[in-house]
């Protein structure tokens, strides 16, 4: 069984309170530069991997889109995005998102907002996103950033009163496993370079449309902490696009 951490009561409890869990889109930093970045969803069956409370899914709806389904492992999510799904076009899974099975290009549109960076094989995940879209179809996804996985820990390097002296960066092109501390509990994520993260989309056949490391809005700045999100990236977007065979 896949890591599923958001069902344990107290990590849950902890990830309600916050911001992009209580404000939805408006709470979350990246969700304007995200935005920037998505396709006219009009019209469009969009597929949501690791959906959460299904934000993404009602903003996809409020834009037009024919359907969406969303999928997550967490049954805490799902219980929270149903109570908030304004639409009955949406739908919800629960399901590891390496373990979805949808027909070939059955959707115009795959989103994944911070969850591809729990998934160990990240290249038999893209091969499958490849297949379920259709040609023209667009990927567009978010994970932590390279420079903020590479380590591990994911914790500033502090000086003896407190005050931030460095974030790590270390073992970066050593690929794999890492143990960082989210929410004050161990979490399970695996890190991978920016090379990887390209290389294995333009080798599936994908083109890169974009490639955006979002900084911290400017009404967001004046939040405690906030203001140190600059001295390191935290995210990266990146939108694809299945390439149109030539005929």
């Known amino acids: 069984m896949k890591e599923n951490k958001y069902d344990n009561p107290i990590f849950f409890e902890k990830y309600s309170q916050m911001s992009r869990s209580q404000q939805g889109l408006a709470g979350a930093g990246e969700w304007e530069t995200l935005k920037s970045v998505l396709p006219d969803l009009s019209g469009k069956r969009m597929l949501d991997l690791g959906c959460g409370f299904g934000w993404h899914c009602n903003y996809a709806m409020e834009q037009g889109a024919a359907c969406v389904v969303g999928v997550d492992i967490s049954t805490n999510m799902l219980r929270v995005a149903e109570e908030k799904k304004r639409f009955p076009q949406i739908a919800y899974v629960q399901c590891p998102i390496e373990d979805i099975d949808f027909p070939d290009e059955s959707w115009d549109v795959i989103l994944s907002s911070l969850a ?11 091969r499958k996103l490849f297949k379920m879209l259709e040609p023209g179809g667009a990927l567009v996804f978010t994970v932590e950033h390279p420079v903020f996985t590479a380590y591990g820990t994911q914790q500033w390097y502090y000086d003896d009163n407190g005050q931030i002296l460095h974030f790590p960066v270390d073992r970066y092109f050593f690929e794999g496993r890492r143990t960082a501390t989210f929410l004050g509990e161990p979490v399970i994520k695996y890190h991978r370079t920016l090379t990887t993260y390209l290389r294995t989309l333009l080798s599936t056949g994908f083109v890169i449309r974009d ?23 935290m995210m990266l977007i990146i939108s694809a696009q299945k390439a149109i065979p030539c005929r």
């Open 116 to 126: 591809f960076h729990y998934v160990a094989d990240y290249e038999t995940l893209v």
């Open 211 to 233: 490639v955006v490391e979002p900084q911290p809005p400017e009404s967001m700045k004046d939040i405690p902490g906030m203001a140190d999100e600059m001295r390191r990236p």
